[in-house]
């Protein structure tokens, strides 16, 4: 880009002394017409702006920053349209850009920025080429458009992008002509690209030491070598190893060979094999919930993942007994193809709930396949038994049910961050057919759980929240289906303010759980300092004995306030809520925990 000239005025005005360490006065002064927002720009990168809030500033520092605002201050200009600027710092009317950067002042009472734009300028001749078949056009890059330096460079990077989605894989721009005519306010601007040669993928190395063995990460990566390259599928074999977790970072390197041969050298770094962890939720009326885990990221030298993890339920709950719970888990990645992982797993539970005691082994199978970005499927078999006790018959009768059933789940993710999200969606449907084999029965559950999230805002400082569930069972009745297939409203999980599963069905005077459940829920969170936010929150449940919902079954409601305080692991959440409608429950409940509810 040709250079513009800037021009400097320096003047001398008498020194004048402040207190060692006081940051002098700062006065930003634009020519008349100067918008809003190029201001608030312009001050936005000057460094003098920064010192203003940093203590102990001694003159030294000052007049490097605004030694260097100069180039800052024509680089946020140029960006904006404006190529014939005039900008001028003075350090007590002294020209900082004549002050000698080891002769600096021994004390700075007054600094004036003073910046006349000068008229902005749009393009004349735009051009960048040869483009690539499909080169999207870049917004703002036209003649009579705003000359604007991010433009140019959106346009150039648009059409390096575009041949190297193409396969050709080295394009890079090769020259540039950029004139500014000062009379016509006017910008030309034409940048030569050369497109180099169309490569397919060739080699795939693994060129760094790492306790996985080299065939695993090449599988993992999924590069298909002999295609046309295709920079995609570089990013996406660089997520596929960061995505398994045993990889501290991932980097994938482009080497061309000789031909049209592109190599792909991986280099990884470890991250430590084992990890332990533990975790805590209270709830007034759950009581607290314990929980911790062991992981070994690389079991078997393939970047497998094992997972130990053990919760303790309901402690000290109101009328409530402690659950227990160990369970264990198997993944390993790239199994029948680069995005299909396959995992078993492994529980032992005991759940002493106010309508039964249940004793239960279980076992499972499955894969889990990767779509799209935001599209997952999963496919499993379990096989599971247990021993009931149902305390809501006289005797207390026992029971054993073996239960064979086929989970299977689609989950649809937009979201921008799971743990805490400002924008997106989140869909999951699950349906797991299943069949009693200690008996003659069979059915199916489904579970249903949609969730969209809106920012509104500088930052999103303001967050709408909104959250739907349906469940449904079919075949089986209640008395005889297994009990964790039931339905039941209440708690952190559902229903804020109403007491943990509060809500159930009414089967000719026999209170169980339901075999249908609606669940819906609000939040608007507002964030009020750096760390902290508030939430208002308002949920409903519903509970029914039918298959599916036909409202015949029971409401009950919940609303309250919350108090969020960001951290690195996810929000802390503190939530008091009381209930607003149905007749399961007074007075308020108290939730504290990590992660938004939902």
Request: hydrophobic share 40%.
């Amino acid at each position: 880009m040709k250079r513009v000239g800037l021009t400097c005025v320096a003047a001398v005005l008498g020194a004048w002394p402040i207190l060692a360490g006081a940051f002098p006065a700062l006065d930003f002064q634009f020519a008349t017409g100067t918008k809003d927002d190029l201001k608030d720009s312009l001050e936005a990168v000057s460094v003098l702006t920064e010192l203003k809030s940093r203590e102990d500033v001694v003159p030294s520092d000052i007049l490097a920053a605004a030694q260097g605002d100069y180039t800052r201050l024509v680089e946020a200009l140029y960006a904006q349209g404006y190529y014939g600027p005039v900008v001028r710092i003075l350090l007590d009317g002294r020209e900082a850009a004549t002050i000698p950067p080891f002769e600096a002042p021994a004390r700075v009472q007054r600094i004036e920025v003073k910046v006349d734009p000068g008229r902005i300028f749009d393009f004349g001749l735009a051009r960048v080429a040869p483009q690539a078949p499909n080169t999207p056009e870049t917004e703002g890059f036209d003649t009579g458009e705003p000359a604007r330096a991010n433009a140019v460079r959106a346009a150039a990077q648009d059409a390096v992008e575009a041949w190297r989605q193409v396969g050709n894989a080295k394009a890079e721009i090769s020259g540039q002509e950029i004139t500014a005519r000062h009379d016509d306010r006017l910008l030309d601007v034409d940048v030569r690209i050369d497109p180099g040669r169309r490569y397919t993928f060739g080699d795939v190395r693994v060129k760094s030491e790492s306790a996985v063995k080299d065939a695993r990460i090449r599988q993992i990566a999924g590069i298909p070598r002999g295609e046309v390259f295709d920079p995609d599928a570089v990013e996406k074999g660089a997520e596929r190893l960061r995505a398994t977790g045993t990889f501290r970072s991932v980097t994938l390197d482009e080497v061309a060979q000789d031909g049209d041969q592109l190599d792909i050298e991986i280099d990884v770094t470890d991250r430590k094999p084992r990890r332990i962890g533990a975790g805590a939720e209270l709830s007034s009326n759950e009581g607290l919930t314990l929980s911790a885990f062991w992981m070994h990221r690389n079991l078997l030298g393939g970047a497998e993942r094992f997972r130990i993890d053990g919760e303790v339920r309901q402690l000290g709950g109101a009328g409530m007994n402690p659950d227990y719970e160990i369970s264990t888990r198997f993944e390993k990645p790239a199994v029948y193809g680069a995005d299909t992982l396959f995992f078993a797993t492994a529980s032992v539970a005991y759940e002493d709930e106010p309508d039964y005691i249940s004793e239960r082994v279980e076992l499972g199978i499955g894969v889990n396949q990767e779509f799209s970005d935001t599209l997952t499927g999963e496919l499993g078999f379990t096989l599971s038994r247990s021993n009931i006790t149902d305390l809501y018959l006289p005797g207390e009768p026992e029971r054993r049910l073996d239960v064979f059933a086929m989970p299977t789940a689609l989950t649809w993710d937009t979201r921008d961050v799971a743990l805490d999200a400002t924008e997106g969606f989140y869909v999951r449907a699950d349906v797991e057919p299943f069949t009693i084999v200690s008996g003659n029965d069979s059915g199916a559950r489904l579970m249903l759980d949609a969730r969209a999230y809106r920012g509104f805002g500088e930052d999103n400082a303001v967050v709408a929240a909104a959250r739907f569930q349906l469940g449904a069972l079919s075949g089986p009745t209640a008395a005889v289906a297994p009990p964790d297939y039931l339905f039941y409203s209440g708690g952190g999980g559902t229903v804020r303010g109403q007491p943990f599963e509060s809500l159930d069905a009414d089967y000719g005077g026999t209170r169980l759980g339901g075999r249908s459940f609606v669940g819906l829920s609000g939040e608007l969170r507002v964030d009020v300092a750096r760390n902290i936010g508030v939430v208002a929150f308002a949920d409903a449940g519903y509970i029914g004995g039918e298959s599916f919902y036909d409202g015949s079954g029971n409401w009950h409601s919940g609303a309250g306030l919350g108090l969020r305080y960001d951290t690195p692991v996810g929000p802390i959440r503190l939530d008091v809520a009381g209930p607003v409608g149905g007749d399961t429950g007074d007075g308020v409940q108290l939730y504290i925990g990590i992660g938004q509810a939902f």
